[in-house]
C-alpha cells in the first residue's frame, strides 16, 4: 500500500460526510431562537469545502492512485476521476454555499435586521419535501 504515493481519498470522504452531517446540526441551530450569528457556520463550510475542492482538483489533474500490477484488478487508476471528480465538484459547491451564507449574513445585518433573521419569513429550511411522493 505504501508503494501507492498519496492516498487521501479516505480523508476526503471522511470530509465530505463531515460536511453532510453538519449541514444537518447547521439547519437545526438556525431554527433557535435567539441564536446570535451563523458567521462560525460559514466559516467552517469554506474551510471544509475549500479542502475538498483542492484535494478533489488534485486528484482529478495529477492522478495520484497507480494501477495496481496485478491482472484482471481494474483498480486504482480509475479511481482518480471516480473519487476525484465528486469530490472538487462537492467541494466548490459547499465553499460557494458558504461564501453566499457570508453575504446573506453581512447583508441581512446592513439592512437594519438582525442575524437571526435568516431563514427570511420564518420559514423553516427543513420543510423542503426531500423526495418527491407518489
Known amino acids: 500500500m505504501l508503494e501507492q504515493g498519496i492516498t487521501y481519498n479516505t480523508t476526503m470522504a471522511m470530509v465530505a460526510g463531515a460536511i453532510m452531517l453538519l449541514a444537518l446540526v447547521f439547519l437545526r441551530v438556525v431554527q433557535q431562537p435567539g441564536r446570535k450569528t451563523i458567521d462560525g457556520w ?3 463550510f469554506a474551510a471544509l469545502g475549500l479542502f475538498l475542492a483542492v484535494t478533489g482538483t488534485h486528484m482529478t489533474l495529477t492522478w495520484p492512485l497507480k494501477q495496481i500490477p496485478v491482472p484482471g484488478v481494474p483498480c486504482c487508476a480509475v479511481d482518480n476521476l471516480t473519487f476525484g471528480e ?8 459547499v465553499f460557494f454555499g458558504a461564501i453566499a451564507l457570508l453575504r446573506a449574513e453581512r447583508t441581512a445585518v446592513d439592512a437594519g435586521g438582525s442575524s437571526s433573521s435568516w431563514p427570511p419569513s420564518g420559514r423553516s429550511c427543513t420543510r423542503v419535501p426531500l423526495a418527491a411522493s407518489g
Open 42 to 44: 460559514a466559516w467552517m
Open 86 to 93: 465528486p469530490a472538487m465538484f462537492f467541494g466548490f459547491l
